[in-house]
């Protein structure tokens, strides 16, 4: 009777193992995102200054971007 908790006990253990690491992780790739709104924004200048976008396009993407 005994096997079967400790059989649970050690998936509960191991999954929230699992799961605090993964927490960490995005925890570490969610600060980068600021750099990557930088990144796609310096983008869209580009493609605004080749003239591959209008300016009302460049606007509107430019505000999805910075929400």
Do not use: C, H
Not at 24 to 40: I, P, R
């Amino acid at each position: 009777m005994m096997y079967g908790f400790g059989f649970i006990f050690m998936i509960l253990f191991w999954g929230l193992l699992i799961l605090g690491v993964m927490a960490l992780f995005n925890s570490f790739n969610k600060s980068g995102t600021s750099t990557d709104a930088s990144e796609a924004i310096r983008i869209l200048r580009q493609r605004f200054a080749k003239g591959e976008i209008s300016a009302k396009e460049y606007q509107e993407r430019k505000k999805v971007l910075q929400n």
